[in-house]
T-cell receptor
Framework: DADVTQTPRNRITKTGKRIMLECSQTKGHDRMYWYRQDPGLGLRLIYY???????NKGEISDGYSVSRQAQAKFSLSLESAIPNQTALYFC??????????????FGPGTRLTVL | RKEVEQDPGPFNVPEGATVAFNCTYSNSASQSFFWYRQDCRKEPKLLMS???SGNEDGRFTAQLNRASQYISLLIRDSKLSDSATYLC????????????FGSGTQLTVLP
């Protein structure tokens, strides 16, 4: 079984709809991240969380919100989706106690299309 | 200017060839450096860390040049299975220790 899972894997929605992307991990890591990937732009950090009570904005947080429901779960919400949020979204985890959390482990990604 | 820049390629090389990718970073306070590999439509995975003294893992060699602020990845004896996008990743100083990703270099190894 995968250590980092994301649901849904693919989603097509319409402008203005509320969307939630979910991430779960069985690695026991304390840190979790949400990225989006666009062609030619690489991965950009949206939000990150170092533990359940810690939420931080990343490079491109506008239009997104997150919830860290438990150490193993980190959800990303688009309150009112717009077409330029069409992208591939990745969740990642890292372990602070392992080499200072340098390596991140990614989920399989969610391909979101906003029409 | 992007914080981490890579030549997007694509690099198309025959099997057995040696290929090298470079990556430049703008923040001189950057502390840690990595190469990640991403297969088509898959998630990125750590390929190797990059150390100041240079490091090798089988056919892969990574180098860091702090003075010129670039890192490199050399792949010798390319295999078909090396076809992927290679992402340069940098951690800058600061409490967040966030990873900053380059946009990736696409490699296709041809039979």
């Amino acid at each position: 079984d995968a250590d980092v899972t994301q649901t849904p894997r693919n989603r097509i929605t319409k402008t203005g709809k509320r969307i939630m992307l979910e991430c779960s991990q069985t690695k026991g890591h304390d840190r979790m991240y949400w990225y989006r990937q666009d062609p030619g732009l690489g991965l950009r950090l949206i939000y990150y969380s170092f533990d359940v009570k810690d939420i931080n904005k990343g490079e491109i947080s506008d239009g997104y919100s997150v919830s860290r429901q438990a150490q193993a779960k980190f959800s990303l919400s688009l309150e009112s989706a717009i077409p330029n949020q069409t992208a591939l979204y990745f969740c990642a985890t890292s372990d602070q106690n392992r080499d200072s959390g340098k390596e991140q482990f990614f989920g399989p990604g969610t391909r979101l299309t906003v029409l | 200017r992007k914080e981490v820049e890579q030549d997007p390629g694509p690099f198309n090389v025959p099997e057995g060839a040696t290929v090298a990718f470079n990556c430049t970073y703008s923040n001189s306070a950057s502390q840690s450096f990595f190469w990640y590999r991403q297969d088509c439509r898959k998630e990125p995975k750590l390929l190797m860390s990059v150390y100041s003294s240079g490091n090798e893992d089988g056919r892969f060699t990574a180098q860091l040049n702090r003075a010129s602020q670039y890192i490199s990845l050399l792949i010798r004896d390319s295999k078909l299975s090396d076809s992927a996008t290679y992402l340069c990743v940098v951690i800058s100083s600061g409490s967040a220790r966030q990873l900053t990703f380059g946009s990736g270099t696409q490699l296709t190894v041809l039979p």
